[in-house]
């Protein structure tokens, strides 16, 4: 089976696959906001960094969960 399969399979029967998916999805979606900025505050920087190490977390889960299902 795929890995595409896989994750197919997992986004309609896996409640924290979907879930893991639709946070990452979310911190892309904000990162890439704050990656358009120039130039960014102590506080901004910050907040980046702590969002990409969750967005990494999410990820790290979610392919455990396509090798836990292989």
């Known amino acids: 089976m795929k890995e595409v399969d896989i994750i197919n399979i997992l986004r309609k029967e896996n ?4 879930k893991l998916e639709e ?3 979310k911190l892309e979606q904000f990162l890439s906001e704050v990656n358009k900025k ?5 506080d901004e920087e910050l907040e980046k960094k702590k969002m990409q190490k969750k967005k990494l977390l999410y ?3 979610m392919a455990q969960l396509i090798r836990d299902y292989k």
Do not use: C, G, M, V
Request: aromatic share 14%; charged share 60%; glycine share 0%.
């Open 59 to 61: 990820k790290d889960r």
């Open 38 to 42: 120039k130039y960014l505050t102590t």
């Open 23 to 25: 946070e990452h999805r």
């Open 15 to 18: 409640e924290e696959y979907k």
